[in-house]
């Protein structure tokens, strides 16, 4: 027996969650409604499809007053699943991050702090992401491949798309020549697995890995040789590789091949970074040159203050050395510290590349590179969205740099771990960036400095 669905008019939008639904309040008990396609302000009719935990889940049947921070989706239907945030206002959509801001250290830390959240005038707020990773559809009567998102809302299941409002413009001219090449081919559905579509700003060009889930390159009947023919130079390089259908995401067990340049490079404070296919990169590249100039202001009114420069500045989950590099005139001494394989071979040379000669770099995990924090007394870290793994907060309270630099994209564990931190480090300088428009992501700068 299906079980029927709660309707519920004129319900008015109050929040929004952290997520990215906007939230109501149920009128009998008061439990948080999450609903996708809304927005705080909105009047509308709704219809409430699950419930889980404390939570109930609902799709918008009719807005019936619209907010005053709605606005049209670029994306028509699909935005639901390419970023669902393409009904918010710009502004809004900087408020409602400078609020979770706010609310995230006064829940998790005990503080207030008022960061802004800054965007330049000028930049685009779509067409920037420099990276996407697709999965496949195809259709069952015309039996062509699209590319495939996850529905949201109540209906499940995948949708089919060709590309992104939020994707680098080239990424998108590429994953087209993929689907082209494709739908030539009369490939079985299940070989394909993955198309991740990687862009330089800097080469204004892509690289793409192509992993299939079968390991059976004659599945795939793409020879080598028509992939080599589509090189040009936006399509810079391809990979082929395997991930067995039952490994989640697309963790690689066997590359085919690589075919023309499968190393990306990017500039940033006027550094370039060179990086692999598979390695970290920061998203959206043009605004970080931001960030940076706001690090290094910060750190040099602490320098001024204290009357010299740092001896030892540890970069900790540092890619391929892209803070460590670039905030070289602070310290006497690099060190990095990175999990990623093969991370070193690019860091060492972009370190090279850079003029530095005094830089050591780790490939580990942070918490077993305990040795490393001693003695260093500027502490980069920019973590994963999970925050810093807790012996390594335990080791920084432990070694007390002096200055901290946190950098972080999501500012909920940054909050718990300065809430570790703030018995011995004051907060000298704060910020937000919307480096990830449109979709409910914020980075958070915090610059602390020993009590
Ligand atoms: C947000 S990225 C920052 C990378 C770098 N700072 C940059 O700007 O390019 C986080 C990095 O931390 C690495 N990482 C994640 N957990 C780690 C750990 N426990 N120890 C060391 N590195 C880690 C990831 O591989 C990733 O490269």
Redesign the pocket.
């Known amino acids: 027996m299906t079980k029927k669905k709660e309707l519920i008019e004129n319900i008015k939008v109050t929040d929004i969650a952290y997520k990215g639904h906007a939230v109501a309040r149920h009128p009998k008990d008061g439990r948080e409604i999450h609903i996708l396609g809304a927005v705080p302000g909105d009047l509308l009719d709704i219809e409430i499809y699950k419930r889980v935990k404390d939570i109930y889940y609902a799709d918008v049947l009719e807005v019936k007053a619209p907010s005053k921070c709605r606005t049209e989706p670029k994306e028509g239907e699909v935005y639901m699943s390419t970023s669902p945030w393409q009904i918010f206002d710009f502004d809004c959509e900087n408020k409602f991050k400078k609020d979770f801001v706010k609310k995230f250290f006064r829940e998790h830390a005990d503080i207030e702090i008022d960061s802004e959240i800054f965007f330049p005038e000028g930049f685009d707020i779509y067409g920037y992401r420099n990276k996407i990773e697709y999965g496949f559809w195809k259709d069952k009567e015309t039996g062509k491949y699209s590319f495939s998102f996850f529905r949201r809302g109540s209906s499940r299941g995948k949708i089919p798309v060709t590309e992104s409002a939020l994707n680098h413009p080239k990424i998108n001219e590429i994953g087209k020549r993929f689907l082209d090449k494709i739908n030539e081919k009369n490939i079985e559905f299940g070989v394909l697995k993955y198309l991740i579509l990687r862009y330089s700003y800097f080469t204004d060009s892509v690289v793409a890995e192509l992993i299939i889930q079968k390991d059976d390159f004659d599945a795939l009947q793409i020879s080598k040789e028509e992939f080599e023919a589509m090189l040009d130079d936006t399509l810079q390089g391809i990979v082929l590789s395997y991930s067995p259908e039952n490994t989640p995401g697309a963790r690689v067990e066997k590359v085919y091949f690589s075919l023309g340049n499968t190393d990306l490079k990017d500039k940033i404070a006027g550094n370039i970074f060179k990086y692999r296919y598979d390695?970290?990169?920061?998203v959206y590249v043009p605004l970080f040159d931001f960030v940076f100039d706001d690090m290094s202001r910060a750190l040099f009114a602490l320098q001024k203050a204290r009357g010299k420069s740092w001896d030892i500045l540890l970069?900790?989950?540092?890619?391929?050395g892209?803070?460590g590099i670039a905030l070289r005139e602070f310290a006497t001494q690099i060190r990095a510290?990175?999990?990623?394989p093969e991370?070193y071979k690019y860091a060492k040379e972009n370190a090279k590349a850079a003029g530095i000669d005094n830089y050591e770099f780790i490939e580990?995990?942070?918490?077993r590179?305990l040795d490393y924090f001693a003695g260093a007394d500027l502490l980069?870290l920019?973590?994963?969205r999970a925050g810093v793994?807790k012996d390594?907060i335990k080791t920084i309270l432990e070694e007390k740099p002096e200055t901290i630099v946190y950098?972080s994209?999501n500012p909920k564990t940054q909050a718990m771990d300065y809430n570790w931190l703030k018995n011995d480090y004051e907060i000298v300088f704060s910020k937000g960036y919307n480096l990830f428009p449109r979709t409910p992501h914020i980075e958070h700068l915090m610059v602390l400095n020993k009590k």
């Open positions: 390695h970290f990169f920061q970069d900790a989950f540092a890619g391929v892209v803070f510290i990175e999990i990623s991370t580990t995990n942070t918490d590179a980069v920019d973590p994963p793994p390594t950098l994209c």
